[in-house]
């Protein structure tokens, strides 16, 4: 049996070889690096199949939700709201950027921002809101653009885990808020084989300020009208991400039917909830999270270890208990759920690469321990 991988990038590699091949040594025979033709004709590619009008390519994910705040001209001391149940790079770049992050809570069972959470939250130094389609699922943007249009918020969504996620009206993640934020690392559901990102808007004037923050706050050739950043997607990326984009669609389909046969099995074991399906978008499972009732997660994850079938825990440790934040006193933020989720979650292997033979042994070991440990 093939090695069971979190992601299997070499298998997913190995189909794509001949075609990805010819794009890098394409871009290899022109040297256009950087802003070459590729990355323009990616930048197009991405809009269309987002229904947004403007894309900004950028050099990975947290520099498109720093470039987002960036635009936004907000002052010190400022507010935004974002869960704590996420990837640190979320809640960073508002540290980052002299903002102070005012941590929410997520439902139990989407994982995402709760938006009745989210007035109690907002004072009068709130100025933006980020949501984060978290393991693959969008968050509730119905009532989260609702509260921001209200209260007159931004709304920046962290759409690094679910690019190609589909709302029920047809509209995709990442294209629904003022501007959307997504990183092509190579593990996520469109990744490149280095680093890379990007930015999306509807707005003509956020569209025209962000691309100008990414390149230096360059108006015109040498003329620096804004303190900004040097952050770009090359072409090479740009290249590979153009091949991948066309078979996005295929991959969450693949990735939806591991989730499925995961959904099947754990139907049958108590104690162990699967994720959550909501019914406003389609899960397009960056990763497939399940939380453990019941059972120890050290103790399963030590023996599908011992099986040579890797588990991860996404996050370890919420923002809001990390080092970084101290001085903000986020320890004391009161979020049981967030604190509750972060101790019983655990990720199954979860790509486009799977064959049965895997799943099967998956789900047999897994069977294996829920039985033992009962
Ligand atoms: C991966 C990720 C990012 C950051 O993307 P990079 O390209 O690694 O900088 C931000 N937010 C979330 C939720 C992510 O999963």
């Given at each position: 049996m093939k090695k069971i991988q979190m992601v299997d990038l070499i298998s997913q590699y190995e189909k794509i070889k001949p075609e990805v091949d010819r794009a890098i040594s394409g871009v290899l025979e022109t040297a256009q690096f950087i802003n070459g033709p590729e990355v323009r004709s990616f930048q197009s590619e991405l809009e269309s199949y987002l229904g947004v009008k403007h894309v900004i390519p950028c050099a990975n994910g947290t520099d498109?939700?720093?470039?987002?705040?960036?635009?936004?001209?907000?002052?010190?001391?400022?507010?935004?709201?974002?869960?704590?149940?996420?990837?640190?790079?979320?809640?960073?770049?508002?540290?980052?950027?002299?903002?102070?992050?005012?941590?929410?809570?997520?439902?139990?069972?989407?994982?995402?921002?709760?938006?009745?959470?989210?007035?109690?939250?907002?004072?009068?130094?709130?100025?933006?809101?980020?949501?984060?389609?978290?393991?693959?699922?969008?968050?509730?943007?119905?009532?989260?653009?609702?509260?921001?249009?209200?209260?007159?918020?931004?709304?920046?969504?962290?759409?690094?885990?679910?690019?190609?996620?589909?709302?029920?009206?047809?509209?995709?993640?990442?294209?629904?808020?003022?501007?959307?934020?997504?990183?092509?690392?190579?593990s996520k559901n469109l990744g490149c084989y280095?680093?890379?990102?990007?930015?999306?808007?509807?707005?003509?004037?956020?569209?025209?300020?962000?691309?100008?923050?990414?390149?230096?706050?360059?108006?015109?050739?040498?003329?620096?009208?804004?303190?900004?950043?040097?952050?770009?997607?090359?072409?090479?990326?740009?290249?590979?991400?153009?091949?991948?984009?066309?078979?996005?669609?295929?991959?969450?389909?693949?990735?939806?039917?591991?989730?499925?046969?995961?959904?099947?099995?754990?139907?049958?074991?108590?104690?162990?909830?699967?994720?959550?399906?909501?019914?406003?978008?389609k899960h397009v499972f960056h990763q497939y999270t399940m939380i453990l009732e019941g059972y120890d997660r050290d103790a399963l994850n030590a023996f599908l270890a011992d099986r040579d079938i890797p588990s991860m825990i996404y996050y370890p440790v919420p923002a809001h208990r990390q080092k970084m934040f101290a001085h903000f006193g986020s320890d004391s933020a009161d979020l049981p759920v967030t604190d509750w989720l972060t101790e019983r979650v655990i990720s199954l292997p979860i790509h486009t690469e799977f064959d049965e033979e895997q799943l099967d042994y998956i789900i047999s070991n897994l069977q294996e321990f829920f039985n033992n440990n009962k």
């Open positions: 498109a939700l720093q470039i987002a705040l960036m635009a936004l001209d907000l002052k010190p001391g400022d507010e935004v709201i974002t869960p704590s149940f996420t990837y640190i790079a979320t809640t960073e770049v508002i540290a980052l950027l002299g903002l102070k992050p005012v941590f929410v809570e997520v439902e139990q069972d989407t994982f995402c921002i709760d938006p009745s959470k989210i007035e109690a939250a907002i004072t009068e130094r709130t100025k933006a809101i980020v949501p984060v389609h978290l393991y693959g699922q969008a968050a509730n943007m119905k009532e989260i653009m609702k509260i921001a249009k209200d209260r007159g918020l931004y709304v920046i969504e962290d759409n690094a885990q679910a690019i190609g996620c589909r709302m029920e009206d047809g509209t995709m993640t990442g294209a629904i808020g003022d501007i959307g934020c997504t990183s092509f690392f190579p280095g680093d890379g990102g990007a930015i999306c808007t509807n707005s003509d004037e956020l569209a025209e300020k962000m691309r100008m923050i990414a390149n230096h706050g360059q108006s015109k050739r040498y003329y620096h009208d804004v303190v900004g950043c040097n952050s770009r997607l090359d072409s090479i990326q740009a290249a590979v991400l153009r091949i991948k984009l066309r078979q996005l669609d295929d991959y969450i389909e693949a990735r939806r039917k591991v989730a499925d046969r995961y959904d099947a099995f754990l139907a049958t074991i108590e104690g162990v909830q699967s994720p959550a399906r909501n019914s406003y978008s």
